[in-house]
């Protein structure tokens, strides 16, 4: 009896095994496929951090060029009333300019 037992137990696992190969295989499947998943996002995440660091000097470079931009005009009105007070006075006192020391044109100038 305990010898038909232990055959039957040997079929049983044997039948049981055949019938899991399909589901053994799938999930060894899905078990490449979230490794190949979990490669991909790692490396998503590193562009990810990448853009953040880059995005930081982006802004940073945006916020110079426009403190830039914001002196160049202070500046070039002032140029340009610095230009009128000495033309103003340069015509009072009848001076000859050079015309190398001139101020020809500056983009403010109306």
Same mark, same amino acid.
């Given at each position: 009896?305990?010898? $038909?037992?232990?055959?039957?137990? /040997?079929?049983?696992? =044997?039948? /049981?095994?055949?019938?899991? =190969?399909?589901? +053994? =295989?799938?999930?060894?499947?899905? +078990?490449?496929?979230?490794?190949?998943?979990?490669?991909?996002? #790692?490396?998503? +995440?590193? $562009?990810?951090?990448?853009? #953040?660091?880059?995005?930081? $000097?982006?802004?940073?470079? %945006?916020?110079?060029?426009?403190?830039?931009?914001?002196?160049?005009?202070?500046?070039?009105?002032?140029?340009?009333?610095?230009? +009128?007070?000495? $033309?103003?006075?340069? =015509?009072?006192?009848?001076? %000859?300019?050079? &015309?190398? /020391? #001139?101020?020809?044109?500056? &983009?403010?100038?109306?």
């Amino acid at each position: 009896m305990a010898k $038909s037992t232990k055959k039957a137990e /040997l079929v049983t696992t =044997e039948i /049981l095994d055949k019938r899991l =190969e399909p589901i +053994q =295989e799938t999930l060894k499947t899905f +078990q490449t496929t979230l490794k190949t998943f979990q490669v991909t996002l #790692e490396a998503v +995440q590193a $562009s990810v951090t990448t853009l #953040e660091a880059i995005q930081t $000097s982006v802004a940073n470079i %945006e916020i110079t060029n426009k403190v830039y931009a914001d002196m160049y005009k202070i500046n070039g009105d002032n140029i340009l009333k610095l230009h +009128q007070r000495v $033309s103003k006075t340069e =015509e009072i006192l009848d001076i %000859e300019v050079d &015309p190398d /020391l #001139e101020i020809k044109s500056f &983009p403010n100038q109306s």
